[in-house]
């Protein structure tokens, strides 16, 4: 089932145990390929992203997608690297 990528803006995500992680803020594009490589996360759960900063998952860690989002993995936790300046935060891969 084909989806229009604004519907898919706020859906709230959570991983496979059912941990609220965020809501889609935007798409990650390669508009080279012409395929979406991922979901921007914002208003990230603190139990899981570090200073709930925003994140960008991966597609291939997507399960399903319809009312919300359900990941097939997420990291236990995504720590904020030492240094790092005030900007959004990829997931490790």
Request: proline share 5%.
């Given at each position: 089932?084909?989806?229009?990528?604004?519907?898919?803006?706020g859906l709230q995500v959570y991983t496979s145990a059912g941990?609220?992680?965020?809501?889609?803020?935007?798409?990650?594009?390669?508009?080279?390929?012409?395929?979406?490589?991922?979901?921007?996360?914002?208003?990230?759960?603190?139990?899981?992203?570090?200073?709930?900063?925003?994140?960008?998952?991966?597609?291939?860690?997507?399960?399903?997608?319809?009312?919300?989002?359900?990941?097939?993995?997420?990291?236990?936790?995504?720590?904020?690297k030492k240094g790092a300046k005030a900007k959004p935060e990829?997931?490790?891969?």
């Amino acid at each position: 089932m084909l989806q229009e990528a604004s519907e898919l803006i706020g859906l709230q995500v959570y991983t496979s145990a059912g941990v609220f992680l965020g809501n889609v803020a935007n798409l990650v594009v390669d508009v080279d390929e012409n395929k979406v490589q991922g979901l921007f996360i914002t208003s990230t759960n603190p139990l899981l992203v570090e200073g709930s900063k925003s994140v960008n998952v991966p597609y291939r860690w997507i399960s399903s997608i319809g009312d919300i989002v359900i990941l097939k993995y997420f990291p236990k936790r995504v720590a904020v690297k030492k240094g790092a300046k005030a900007k959004p935060e990829k997931a490790p891969e």
